[in-house]
């Protein structure tokens, strides 16, 4: 996985991959969409920003939260 800059957006795709894509796309957040949306719509994960008509995207700063969080989580360590 490469790094994520430091700012800037990521389409669904970047974030929980797809593996059917030429090349396929490696994700950062193992999960299926609809868990990403349900995710999303209980407030677990960021809100997304609408980019356009058919453009959804989200803060790369706060993708990167999340997985600072989940991380955190993972390791035992809440207060991180």
Known sequence: ?????????????????????EPPI????????????????KGIFPKPIKMGPNMTAWRV?????LIARLGAQCTGNANA
């Open 1 to 21: 996985m490469s790094k994520l800059p430091e700012t800037g957006f990521l389409r669904l795709k970047q974030i929980i991959g797809d593996p059917k894509a």
């Open 26 to 41: 490696s994700g950062l957040l193992p999960m299926s969409k609809s868990s990403w949306w349900d995710g999303v719509k």
């Open 61 to 65: 700063e706060d993708i990167a939260e």
